[in-house]
């Protein structure tokens, strides 16, 4: 079945403790993006890739940092996360760029406390 | 930088009666636009998309929107709504000036049918 999946759907954790929010897509997709959504704010692109080791910043990168190693996957790193991150994210594919639509994954809510 | 914007944070309709749902965008070139809907602890799934072909799109579920460039527009409508239909509504335009890769998304409407 073609999906994005993220791991994990639920985590709480403390103020700067580090963590990695995994995404893999089985599409063979080029384009990944992470989106937060926040109440009354729809969704907002923090980072998006192109392609293995190209990736641009969104609208809100800050505290974030991506890595696209490998087609596959699209981590989403929270070196040093706060109680500002708190959301829910997700983790979308697309195979055309732009015009196609993305696949997204079930998400994941994060709260830091 | 575009924008997407909906009005009716909120819309309720009785089953049976139509569904409209508006979506209105800032851009001085038409853009790709999508209507993503997002049913309770679920990610969002494409309902339907304009590309720059035929301006009234057809979707999945009933669903279709048209394309109105003179009113930057692109409202998504259902003939007849289904108790099925109530979730989170989504409209997003694809950013043409920066990257096609930026989908900008509007803040959302969320719908309700009444039995």
């Known amino acids: 079945e073609a999906q994005v999946t993220q791991n994990p759907r639920y985590l709480i954790t403390v103020t700067g403790k580090k963590l990695t929010v995994t995404c893999s897509q089985n599409?063979?997709?080029?384009?990944m993006s992470w989106y937060r959504q926040d109440p009354g704010l729809g969704l907002r692109q923090i980072y998006y890739?192109?392609?293995?080791?190209?990736?641009d910043k969104g609208d809100v990168p800050e505290g974030y940092k991506v890595s696209r190693k490998e087609k596959r996957n699209f981590p989403l790193i929270l070196e040093s996360p706060s109680p500002n991150q708190t959301s829910l994210y997700f983790c979308?594919?697309?195979?055309?760029?732009?015009?196609?639509?993305?696949?997204f994954g079930s998400g994941t809510r994060l709260t830091v406390v | 930088a575009q924008s997407v914007t909906q009005l009716g944070s909120h819309v309720s309709v009785s089953e049976g009666a139509l569904v409209l749902l508006r979506c209105n965008y800032s851009s001085s070139v038409p853009p790709y636009l999508f209507w993503y809907v997002q049913y309770p602890n679920q990610g969002l799934q494409l309902l339907l998309k304009y590309t720059s072909a035929a301006t009234l799109v057809k979707g999945i579920n009933g669903f279709e929107a048209e394309f109105k460039k003179s009113e930057t527009s692109f409202h998504l409508t259902k003939p007849s709504a289904h108790m099925s239909d109530a979730a989170e509504y989504f409209c997003?335009?694809?950013?043409?000036?920066?990257?096609?890769?930026?989908?900008?998304f509007g803040p959302g409407t969320s719908l309700s049918v009444i039995p």
């Open positions: 599409m063979n997709h080029e384009y």
């Open positions: 979308a594919s697309s195979l055309n760029r732009g015009g196609g639509g993305y696949t």
């Open positions: 997003a335009v694809s950013d043409f000036k920066t990257s096609y890769d930026k989908v900008i």
């Open positions: 890739s192109m392609n293995v080791e190209v990736t």
